[in-house]
């Protein structure tokens, strides 16, 4: 949901997005940010503890119909508070992932402006992890890519010079998908997953598979050479 300049004036934005970043909590190795649910609950309007429970509850349903693991997100633990006489009592609380509050906020009391505003607040700190997280993958999958290129390449120069044609070559390679796919040649995998005849096989594949693929390529090389 937006936040629109109708609903809250640009002030009380700057106010509760202030108040929202002031809650956030870095872990010991400062990579992981994480928010206290007992924190977060005067922040998006809940004045007792056990009407904001439920909406916490409603967010883990949510993440399991989602296919996450809630216990990654949502992790219960006991919160000690003094009393008098230096006397304690523990109380529930809950660690909270980014997503974790994004998805309370998702399903919290949408009239109320603070859940307007953390919609928007957590969505837009989710969109932002997730773009980091698509790109190392990218990263990750072109480093394998660029691996699997050089090791065909020795292992193209290796057959060569001990006169293998092109042909033959090709009955190499496509031996060895063969063995790491279970019995398909590099044409049959090309047909299930609809790649042209003219592109790499590798181009269409994960990158553990591509990995593997690498793996198998400088077992090959090494044993050429």
């Given at each position: 949901m937006e936040v629109h300049s109708n609903s809250?004036?640009?002030?009380?934005?700057e106010k509760l997005k202030k108040l929202f970043?002031?809650?956030?909590?870095i872990s010991k190795e400062g990579e992981i940010e994480f928010w206290y649910a007992r924190e977060l609950q005067p922040l998006l309007g809940y004045s007792r503890w056990e009407n904001f429970e439920l909406v916490i509850k409603k967010a883990m349903i949510?993440?399991?119909?989602?296919?996450g693991n809630v216990n990654d997100h949502f992790r219960g633990i006991t919160k000690m508070i003094k009393l008098a006489k230096n006397a304690e009592r523990g109380i529930k609380e809950y660690v909270l992932t980014r997503y974790a509050c994004y998805l309370i906020a998702q399903n919290?009391?949408?009239?109320?402006?603070?859940?307007?505003?953390?919609?928007?607040?957590?969505?837009?700190q989710t969109r932002k992890q997730e773009l980091i997280e698509d790109r190392i993958k990218l990263?990750?999958?072109?480093?394998?890519?660029?691996?699997?290129?050089?090791?065909?390449?020795?292992?193209?120069?290796?057959?060569y010079e001990r006169?293998?044609?092109?042909?033959?070559?090709?009955?190499?390679?496509?031996?060895g998908d063969q063995a790491l796919f279970g019995g398909f040649s590099t044409k049959d995998m090309k047909e299930r997953l609809r790649v042209k005849?003219?592109?790499p096989l590798a181009d269409?594949?994960?990158?553990?598979?591509?990995?593997?693929k690498n793996l198998a390529t400088e077992m090959t090389n090494y044993n050429v050479e």
């Open positions: 809250m004036d640009e002030k009380k934005i970043d002031d809650v956030i909590h949510s993440c399991e119909n989602a296919g919290g009391d949408a009239r109320k402006d603070e859940i307007a505003f953390a919609q928007s607040y957590f969505a837009v990263i990750e999958r072109l480093n394998a890519r660029k691996k699997l290129r050089e090791s065909e390449k020795r292992l193209s120069q290796n057959i006169g293998v044609d092109d042909a033959g070559f090709g009955r190499i390679r496509s031996k005849e003219n592109r269409f594949l994960p990158t553990l598979t591509i990995a593997a």
